[in-house]
């Protein structure tokens, strides 16, 4: 069984467009992440969730628009796609229940490569 | 906030040699985590080490928290260990990456 799921696994698109990639943890875990990963491999993260609710925004432009239906499940949805959101995307699951204190160990998943044509 | 360095950037090995990959950080932390990015990208967990010494198989890794550095510990390296490894920090509420260390192990 999958631990941390993301689809689609590859995404090919042009510039202009709208495009969502899905994540979902059967971890039981409170706490979800994404992860950007640049062409020269650096990771970075853009957004966590805790139950639901947002608690980072890492400076991401407001194209980017998180949503977590449940705690399971932490969907990005990106408007206006350019060029530059070319990048490998990660979603990432912890047991974290209460922010800001025990930081326990992030599980990830298998990445999302988004092709901006 | 939290700078993590990684060495070495690079590093080319024979099959079966050790070697030692670095982090060093810049303040305390919570959470340490080594990471194994394999050649189809994927990112395997391997040690969560805010502190301490682990080992698990050929690999294993120490955190010195007071000193502010992490070790990763590879013996009689496979050709299945090459990839990039990558060192991430934390103090409450994310992980910052190291830019890791490329690892190219050859038969």
């Known amino acids: 069984d999958t631990a941390v799921s993301q689809t689609p696994k590859y995404l090919v698109t042009q510039m202009g467009n709208d495009k969502s990639i899905k994540c979902e943890q059967n971890l039981g875990h409170d706490t979800m992440y994404w992860y950007k990963q640049d062409s020269k491999k650096f990771l970075k993260i853009m957004f966590s969730y805790n139950n639901k609710e947002l608690i980072i925004n890492e400076t991401v432009p407001n194209r980017f628009s998180p949503k977590s239906p449940d705690k399971a499940h932490l969907n990005l949805h990106i408007n206006s796609l350019e060029l530059g959101d070319s990048a490998v995307y990660f979603c990432a699951s912890s047991q974290d229940k209460i922010p800001g204190q025990v930081f326990y160990e992030q599980y990830f998943g298998p990445g999302t490569r988004l092709t901006v044509t | 906030g939290i700078q993590v360095e990684q060495s070495p950037p690079d590093l080319i090995l024979q099959e079966g040699a050790n070697s030692t990959l670095r982090c060093n950080f810049s303040?305390?932390?919570?959470?340490l985590q080594w990471f194994h990015q394999n050649p189809w990208g994927q990112l395997i967990n391997l040690f969560y080490?805010?502190?301490g010494t682990k080992q698990n198989g050929r690999l294993s890794a120490t955190t010195v928290a007071t000193e502010r550095y992490s070790l990763l510990y590879i013996s009689s390296s496979q050709t299945t260990d090459s990839g990039v490894y990558f060192c991430?920090?934390?103090?409450?509420?994310?992980?910052?990456f190291g830019t890791g260390t490329r690892l190219q192990v050859f038969p």
């Open positions: 080490i805010p502190s």
């Open positions: 303040d305390s932390v919570n959470n």
């Open positions: 991430a920090v934390g103090g409450t509420d994310k992980l910052i």
